[in-house]
């Protein structure tokens, strides 16, 4: 098999690079070893939020007001695979991640409101605000179809499901990988967008820069004839300071919880995905000071899926140093999904030779120690 370029790993990553390279003329072949949002990617999950605020990060607050743009172009070919839910942000007082949010999202000329702790009782009163005294809310923002949005974009471009062997060289140049199935592909160029298998791809490199984590999600129950847990009515919503996000009823698949602190270490190959009873507990704890009328409800799905961290949550996008025709972009570090389009844009440019490089992106950048400051 001979194509331009060879994407590794089907997730929004990948999949976005891969469309972005066959839509500037190339010929594009995507391998995944499970196949585009399979249930062990950290793309493979039902809902992923989009949101514009990023505290003072107002790099990834302008990625994040591009993607939306380009998911929309998608979405206008494929059928749509977003919910404007929109996206709270609870802030308390002397919160300096949700004043910097507020004052990003004034630069970049985004559309928000900023309420006070009346108008929070007022509009949402499934949420007990406790120590919440204000909040930003961005209305354009919401729930993207995370799985059903990983195979439309997939859907563009060739496609192999096949695992590979990590690849070896002599003379600073890939030429060729090689599938577990026999396979040969060849290629002017290679991506190895693989996410949480990337460590174990390029162990020497990567297996102390990328630090994978096992993160647990729920589901509850919404009350029978209750539409005030609905997509439409409640917003997605991020509680920062408690690093616990929530997700309206989308689908009637619930309303989603997860706590956003780094798990234990994990193997996204082997590692059971069945979620402990000690997250269970503490799910349920902050439900009964956050959302108390869920507090009971019965959980009616379980996930556990994985964060591919770097060092402090920056995408890593850059050459690999001993191939010259080889590109690593990975590390969405639990905040990525969102991202794709513009991850795939940048890629894409930076491969075909005419993008400006990213310090925040590259390689050098990434340490061994783990002290995330992006969200």
């Keep these: 098999m001979v194509c331009d370029v060879a994407v590794i790993g089907a997730g929004v990553f990948g999949a976005w690079t891969a469309y972005k390279l066959r839509l500037a003329g190339m010929s594009v072949l995507l391998v995944d070893a499970y196949g585009p949002g399979n249930s062990r990617a950290s793309s493979g999950g039902e809902t992923r939020i989009i949101r514009l605020g990023y505290g003072p990060d107002e790099i990834y607050s302008r990625s994040a007001q591009r993607s939306m743009v380009l998911w929309q172009q998608l979405f206008e070919k494929?059928?749509?695979?977003?919910?404007k839910t929109g996206v709270l942000w609870l802030g308390r007082d002397n919160d300096p991640y949700c004043e910097a949010?507020?004052?990003?999202?004034?630069?970049?000329?985004?559309?928000?409101?900023?309420?006070?702790?009346?108008?929070?009782?007022?509009?949402?009163?499934?949420?007990?605000?406790?120590p919440i005294t204000w909040g930003i809310f961005e209305p354009d923002?919401?729930?993207?179809?995370?799985?059903?949005?990983?195979?439309?974009?997939?859907a563009q471009v060739d496609c192999l499901q096949d695992a590979i062997a990590s690849?070896?060289?002599?003379?600073?140049k890939l030429n060729s990988i090689r599938t577990i199935g026999g396979k040969e592909i060849a290629a002017e160029s290679f991506v190895f967008a693989c996410g949480p298998w990337l460590p174990q791809l390029f162990p020497d490199l990567l297996g102390e820069l990328i630090?994978?984590?096992?993160?647990?999600?729920?589901?509850?129950?919404?009350?029978?004839?209750?539409?005030?847990?609905?997509?439409?009515?409640?917003?997605a919503w991020i509680d920062f300071n408690d690093l616990v996000y929530g997700i309206p009823n989308v689908d009637g698949r619930g309303f989603k919880i997860a706590i956003d602190a780094h798990g234990p270490q994990f193997d996204p190959d082997s590692g059971e995905r069945v979620v402990t009873s000690s997250g269970l507990s503490a799910v349920r704890e902050y439900?009964?000071?956050?959302?108390?009328?869920?507090?009971?409800?019965p959980v009616t799905e379980t996930r556990v899926c994985q964060y591919e961290n770097t060092s402090n949550g920056d995408f890593l996008i850059d050459r690999h140093p001993g191939f010259e025709n080889v590109w690593l972009v990975g590390g969405g570090s639990g905040h990525g999904f969102k991202h794709g389009p513009?991850?795939?844009?940048?890629?894409?440019?930076?491969?075909?030779?005419?993008?400006?490089?990213?310090?925040?992106?590259?390689?050098?950048?990434?340490?061994?120690?783990?002290?995330?400051?992006?969200?």
Excluded: C, W
């Design 78 to 83: 494929t059928g749509n695979l977003f919910q």
């Design 101 to 130: 949010t507020l004052t990003t999202l004034q630069r970049i000329g985004a559309n928000y409101e900023q309420l006070d702790r009346e108008q929070l009782e007022q509009r949402f009163p499934q949420l007990a605000l406790g």
């Design 141 to 154: 923002s919401g729930v993207l179809l995370a799985r059903r949005a990983v195979q439309a974009v997939a």
């Design 167 to 172: 690849p070896q060289t002599k003379n600073g």
């Design 211 to 235: 630090h994978v984590t096992r993160q647990e999600v729920f589901f509850f129950g919404v009350p029978p004839g209750d539409d005030s847990y609905n997509a439409g009515v409640m917003p």
């Design 287 to 297: 439900l009964a000071q956050r959302v108390p009328r869920l507090a009971n409800a």
């Design 342 to 375: 513009t991850v795939g844009e940048y890629a894409a440019e930076m491969i075909t030779g005419r993008g400006e490089p990213q310090p925040r992106f590259s390689l050098a950048s990434k340490q061994r120690f783990h002290e995330r400051t992006v969200y």
